[in-house]
């Protein structure tokens, strides 16, 4: 790469670069199999890629299948839909083979034979990531729609077509690398939990097991027998259950300069750890004092029991949380990261006890109630360094996408400006 120039970039419009632009078509219902798949914006992939496995068979008639047929290299744009969080205008490129359109809320564009249709990909995914779409978003009943006239009017700037393709090639092996690295995470997850799975359902292989019996609360399907010296227990019998609390928010006296870690729906993402040491929001002595909050000791495994509700995670300190948190203080008869891996695998069962019409949310009662399967704690030792070994491990792999995202972005944005040229 070299910061000299190597030859002039051409200003133009958006839409200049394409020499098919037309909407998608969503057909009829089909009859039999349909004689069109057509992809929606639920097949678009949030790492970049579509999901050709779920497209939708439809019945196009003969004029409608010629004209909306995908080829290779075309582009799809999102023109409808989107959310606050993610606005509309996001683009895929269609590299499948077989008989495949896109649907009314896309937009089919096809570049031109001066356009590499990588680059003009590359391109989109630019001007998205940059936010350019996101001013031109219409709201029309809960649907967000991209004011498409005035994005084909976006103004670019388009080097050669070969310096197109090297920019492309460059970018190309970047995305390689994070879907290499993106499979070999997604494998290590898979891997952790089937591991888990086979540690819970050892009983089915161990001579002298016992069939459960009295488990009603919190019960994990495929699991029916317990090895020699497990039990079933109420999760209170091993765990102090402890809640959470909000100080006055109207008294920054509560607030103001506090230093007591404080977990809330604002960690989220800190929630994906296995540990906490630093939180978004933190309250004072005072705002500790005068609220029903407690200060719970370094170990207490702390989960998510409304909105976000599953994620959980261990308090690397002292610490206090909000009243959408059930915290837990393990007894020495309870390793608190098998209870960490434990709940964090039994997503289907808080599905399954979450109740509310806006908010899911675990209530307090529930967990009361709740029984866990209770190795003996040489085994929990056992089974909780095997998960964390995982974690360790998965979590190297989720640095080096952070990595590799950073490095795409930082490249597109030198790349696709012209402000860094490849040279050929």
Known sequence: MSGEQEGTWASKSLGDLFAVNTPGHWGDEPEGHGNILVLRSTNFRKAG?????????????????????????????????????????????????????????????????????????????????????????????????????????????????????????????VDEAIAATQATYDGILTAQAAVFQSFLQSGERVPHSQPIISWMTGKISGVDQLPPGWRIVRLVEVARLESGHTPDRKKPEYWDGGDVEWISLHDTQN???CDISHTEMRITEAGLANSSARLLPAGTVCFSRTATV??????????????????????????????LHLMRWMQPVWKALASGSTHKTIYMPTFKALQIILPSRAEQDEIAATMDSFVNTAEGHAASLTHLRSLKANLMSDLLSGRVRVRA
């Open 49 to 173: 890629g579509l999901i050709y496995e779920t497209a939708a068979p439809r019945q196009f008639d003969a004029r409608k299948l010629a004209q909306k047929r995908l080829q290779a290299g075309d582009i799809i744009l999102e023109r409808s839909g989107g959310s606050p969080a993610q606005p509309v205008g996001r683009a895929r490129r269609f590299e499948a083979e077989g008989c495949y359109s896109a649907s009314n809320f896309m937009q089919i564009m096809r570049p031109s034979d001066k356009v590499d249709n990588w680059f003009a990909c590359y391109l989109l995914d630019y001007l998205y990531d940059q936010g350019h779409t996101e001013p031109l978003q219409k709201a029309t009943t809960g649907i967000r729609n991209l004011d498409f006239k005035t994005y084909l009017h976006l103004p670019v700037s388009v080097p050669s077509l070969d310096e197109q393709r090297r920019i492309a090639e460059v970018l190309r092996s």
């Open 271 to 273: 929630l994906e750890r």
């Open 310 to 339: 599953g994620k959980c995670v261990i308090m690397a300190k002292s610490m206090a949380t909000s009243q959408d948190f059930a915290n837990f203080v393990c007894s020495p008869e309870l390793n608190n990261r098998y209870l």
